[in-house]
């Protein structure tokens, strides 16, 4: 019974890190509209991760949102995915806390 618990808890951790990773991926491709629904359908399951993932996940929703044009959703998220990563200094990569500084700095510049 006990094997059976860890082979479906790591099935559930795959499914979420996959649909993240969709987002990312869809994001990355430019097909915002998909990406935004595919983050939106993860929230709930994101409340739950970790610190360094629930920041991945509020980076790249809010980069989705400033890319469709929705800067005040937008800024809520990467100002969540920045309290993250303050409060927990590396919960992002280099990579990502540059995007962040970017996403930052756009939303608020324009």
């Known amino acids: ?9 790591a099935g559930w951790l795959a499914g979420c890190g996959g649909a993240l990773a969709e987002g990312e991926s869809q994001f990355a491709k ?9 983050f939106a359908s993860i929230e709930g399951d994101s409340r739950r991760w970790s610190d360094d993932r629930r920041a991945e996940y509020a980076l790249y929703r809010g980069l989705t949102l400033g890319a469709l044009g929705d800067r005040a959703m937008a800024g809520v998220w990467l ?10 200094p590396g919960s992002l990569s280099p990579e990502d806390a540059r995007r962040l500084h970017i996403g930052l700095e756009s939303n608020d510049g324009e």
Not at 79 to 84: G, H, P
Request: proline share 4%.
């Open 30 to 38: 430019g097909r915002y509209p998909e990406a935004k629904q595919t």
């Open 79 to 88: 100002r969540e995915a920045k309290a993250i990563e303050d409060t927990h």
């Open 1 to 9: 019974m006990r094997t059976l618990a860890v082979i479906v808890m």
